[in-house]
Nanobody
């Protein structure tokens, strides 16, 4: 069974930094794209950043220049380095990956809370 487990969320003051990690485990043949999404209270889930297996990344306009997505293919892990955090970054952050396993498709982590105080 494939699982995605996030870590690294927490409470930080505005201007601070956090690093999220998401590790995939289980019977994995390969992983294509990996991504981070977030969902703030009362809002729809939105894409924050994604990265291909080759390392090409893409960012939401709201986080460009502040967040950096990276991955370690040997560890089946994706990271999100978040700098210059703002109160509007407060949300539950979810890891997503398209995984080739016995079941091919999108997998989601359980989410990790990020709270930025002003």
């Amino acid at each position: 069974q494939v699982r995605l487990v996030e870590s690294g969320g927490g409470l930080v003051q505005a201007g601070g930094s956090l690093r999220l990690s998401c590790a995939a485990s289980g019977s994995i043949f390969s992983i294509n794209g990996m991504a981070w999404y977030r969902q703030a209270p009362g809002k729809q889930r939105e894409l924050v950043a994604d990265i291909t297996s080759g390392g090409t990344s893409n960012y939401a306009d709201s986080v460009k220049g502040r967040f950096t997505i990276s991955r370690d293919n040997a560890k089946n892990t994706v990271y999100l380095q978040m700098n210059s955090l703002k109160p509007e970054d407060t949300a539950v952050y979810y890891c997503n990956a398209y995984i080739i396993s016995w079941r091919r498709g999108d997998y989601w982590g359980q989410g990790t809370q990020v709270t930025v105080s002003s």
